[in-house]
């Protein structure tokens, strides 16, 4: 190898390290950046806020039933399945997946609601984070 490609190789090597080390004190000073304003938000939310802002799924379960998959597979259009409660009973209310409360079904404007009839009386955070 010559002289004039060892100078340009070494050039090249340089230039690349420079530019390394550019971004490496780019990606400090963005992550320190990052790290003052993490720190001053937590200041204003507290885990109070952010548990009850936090979007959770409820399901109403009008009841349940337990058939064999061949006779599931007899269904078919105007097929009944029979479920285990009765009108009468309470409909037992979700948030994922935990039960935390029961009501009566309902209609209002045009669409199915729950009026709630009981609330679980020993709800944990727990019940609602899973």
Known sequence: MNNKNKYTQNETMISSKNRISETEFVNETDSHNHEEKLNSSEKHINNKEIILNTSAKITVELGRSKIKIKDFLRFSKGSML????????????????????????????KKYGIRITHIKSSLKKTDFLS
């Open 82 to 109: 029979i479920l285990d409660k009765t009108v009468k009973e309470p409909l037992d209310i979700f948030i994922n997946g935990h039960l935390i409360a029961s009501g009566e079904i309902v209609v209002a404007e």
